[in-house]
């Protein structure tokens, strides 16, 4: 007898203790269905509150939401070639693209690589490229971070056409940008070799040429003649430009040319990018006179040139509004130094000078 009460009084004891749980369980699931429903709270709160939900499970899901992701793209003569920051803890990146103009992103591929290389590029045409990684959690749920957006135009050449690389120094400056525009209308590049202490002060033009695919290379911070520099004083001259340039187009200059093209053995050693100067020199500096500038760059244009101007001039533009179509017209394809020796199989070395790329 005693032993059933005993059985008895154990069995309400559970199932009173089962009511206990229950209360329990519908307390903690109302009260977290009360923290998920804010409707107005910021965004950025609630990933705060998703992330602490999960840092039992996950403790890495902050690193991840603290990352950035950066994204650089390179051209190339078969497409673009994009590179991102490695995130830790991401399943995935997703790789989104859209036509200049075009409202929506198209995702293209999700890969779990930190390079990925477009080749379904149509010539002629500026893409918008953004990239976004992608944590699956636990729950099924997908935390995802995107990395800034990068916009150029693609502009495919015929290695077996001839072509020619038009330089520009001195600049940016305000005629900058009405070459811009002609190169672009016909799909031409031209290298723009800037002087650091000018880069400021023509911002959108420096993007402008970065964008349409010109290159950019440097000319030093002010100017100087490298020659007459130490070491020390050279790289101040080159990091002082690249630092700023960064700041603009998100990279430093891809080549150099020394101001006069004075070069020497430190000069070489010092500058660690491939050293540009020219086989054709306009003199348009000294002539202010587009016809003359025209007529020389017409006269001695050949396969694999690099044609010397200053896009400082008013002269010079004038001169360029009709060199560009005429070139053209010739069957020349104008391209920037570094496509040019792309093209023609030459892998350009950093301290060795080319005045020409045949
Ligand atoms: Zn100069």
Request: a positive charge.
């Amino acid at each position: 007898m005693r032993e059933f009460i005993k059985i008895i009084n154990y069995k309400r004891l559970s199932s009173v203790f089962a009511v206990f749980l229950l209360f329990i369980l519908l307390c903690i699931s109302i009260f977290s269905g009360f923290s998920g429903n804010e409707a107005d709270q910021p965004l950025a709160k609630k990933v705060s509150i998703n992330s602490s939900k999960i840092t039992n499970e996950r403790p890495d899901i902050n690193e991840f939401i603290n990352s950035k992701i950066k994204l650089t793209l390179k051209s190339s003569k078969e497409g673009f070639l994009l590179e991102y920051t490695e995130i830790k803890n991401r399943t995935y990146y997703e790789i989104y693209r859209k036509i200049k103009g075009e409202s929506k992103y198209t995702l293209i591929i999700t890969t779990s690589d930190t390079k990925y290389f477009d080749e379904t590029v149509i010539s002629g045409k500026t893409y918008v490229y953004k990239v976004r990684a992608v944590l699956k959690q636990k729950e099924g749920q997908l935390n995802g971070k995107c990395s800034n957006k990068v916009q150029k135009k693609y502009v495919r050449f015929d290695k077996n056409k001839k072509m020619v690389a038009l330089t520009f120094d001195d600049g940016p400056g305000k005629y900058t940008k009405a070459i811009l525009k002609c190169l672009d209308k016909y799909d031409a590049h031209a290298t723009f070799f800037v002087l650091g202490s000018q880069v400021n002060d023509y911002k959108s033009a420096v993007k402008k040429a970065d964008l349409i695919g010109c290159e950019i290379g440097s000319h030093t911070f002010d100017h100087v003649n490298l020659t007459a520099l130490s070491k020390k004083g050279i790289k101040s001259q080159i990091n002082k430009t690249d630092k700023r340039l960064k700041a603009i187009i998100g990279h430093g200059a891809t080549l150099m040319r020394p101001p006069y093209g004075y070069v020497d053995s430190t000069v070489k050693k010092t500058v660690k990018k491939p050293i540009v100067t020219w086989n054709v020199d306009t003199r348009d500096w000294e002539t202010r006179n587009a016809s003359s500038t025209y007529s020389n760059v017409i006269k001695n244009a050949k396969d694999g040139s690099i044609i010397l101007m200053h896009d400082i001039h008013g002269s010079t533009k004038k001169a360029v509004l009709k060199i560009i179509p005429e070139l053209k017209k010739q069957g020349y394809q104008i391209v920037t130094v570094s496509e040019l020796a792309e093209y023609k199989n030459i892998q350009l070395k950093n301290g060795k000078v080319y005045n020409k790329i045949k």
